[in-house]
């Protein structure tokens, strides 16, 4: 019998062989993932940055490992929008600071407003004025003129998204996921296409003297809570 592919080979070419890996014991795999585990739980999103710069070729590097996530049917379908020009930002911050002072006046409801109590969380966004980067993520749903919608953009976007958040920790640096509102002004202020929806803003930079964890915000489910096994 004929080996079985999923693919006729011509139709699907491959790369020559899977990338090695160095061989492990269990112990030191686990070892591994609980040192990772360790790092990464450590990151906590900061509300307090300073204006001290940072590096372009920092976040290039922290944006070329968001594009290597993976994606449904490989179309990458993101675009990443770093401001940091002080007239984009002042720009930004008056923008999202109106459309904030709507939600906490009352229109975001006060269920809304009672889950983000605890987190510190205000109108008031100085941050996006001092912090030397704010990256507004795109959500690309067509790739150029093709008629074919891209698949599961939120889901792909929101993978790429942790790796950008994952790498800039790495790298030493805090960062802020912000909710992506007004959406159109943020087009216009990116200069992006209709097609392109504004998924999230991340911010980046270093954390102020003052930047603190609210203590809300380091509860983290347990396993049992988040997995289960069947
Ligand atoms: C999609 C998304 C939107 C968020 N929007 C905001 C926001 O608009 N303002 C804010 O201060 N934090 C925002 N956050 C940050 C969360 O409040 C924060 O991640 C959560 O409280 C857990 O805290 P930690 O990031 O320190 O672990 C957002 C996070 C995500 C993932």
Known sequence: MGEIRAFPLDLCPTMPHWPKTREMTDDERTSRATAFFKQIASRHSCRSFSGRPVARATIEAA?????????GANRQP???AVLSSPGAKTALRVAVEEEERNFYGGIGGSEWQGLLRGLGTTAEKPYLEIAP???VVFGV??????S?????VTESVGIACGLLLTALHEAGL????????????LNRLCRRPAHERPIAMIVVGHPAEDAAIPEAAAVRKPLDQISSWL
């Open 174 to 185: 805090a960062s802020l996921v912000h909710t992506a509102t007004p959406a159109r002004f």
């Open 148 to 152: 074919v919608p891209n698949p599961h």
């Open 133 to 135: 980067f704010v990256i």
């Open 63 to 71: 944006l070329r490992a968001a594009g290597s996530a993976p994606s």
């Open 78 to 80: 993101w675009h990443f």
């Open 141 to 146: 749903t067509r790739n150029g003129t093709d």
